[in-house]
Nanobody
């Protein structure tokens, strides 16, 4: 079992930056995949970025070149650096972990991009 807690969301102007953090309740060394998803009102939850234990990273096309995912196993954490934010990035962002016997979700953190 793994509990995930996100932080770092907030209100930011277009073009601004935010850094999301996700801390796991235990070691993530056996977690094969960690990622970030988002869900905007009226939309389905979509994958934003994933990072695998071997270092392979994938991004949804709409965030390539603007967002960077990273993980720090020593801190049981995964991060999402978001730059050049756009209003269409507004959503609740969820941390996700696959491995260690299951698939786990955090409760989400709200990101709002607005002037």
């Amino acid at each position: 079992q793994v509990q995930l807690v996100e932080s770092g969301g907030g209100l930011v102007q277009p073009g601004g930056s935010l850094r999301l953090s996700c801390v796991a309740s235990r070691s993530i060394s056996d977690i094969n995949v960690m990622g970030w998803y988002r869900q905007a009102p009226g939309n389905q939850r979509e994958l934003v970025a994933v990072i695998r234990s071997g270092g392979l990273i994938n991004y949804v096309d709409s965030v390539k070149g603007r967002f960077t995912i990273s993980r720090d196993n020593a801190k049981n954490s995964v991060y999402l650096q978001m730059n050049s934010l756009k209003p269409e990035d507004t959503a609740v962002y969820y941390c996700n972990a696959i491995g260690g016997g299951g698939r786990y979700w955090g409760r989400g953190t709200q990101v709002t991009v607005s002037s």
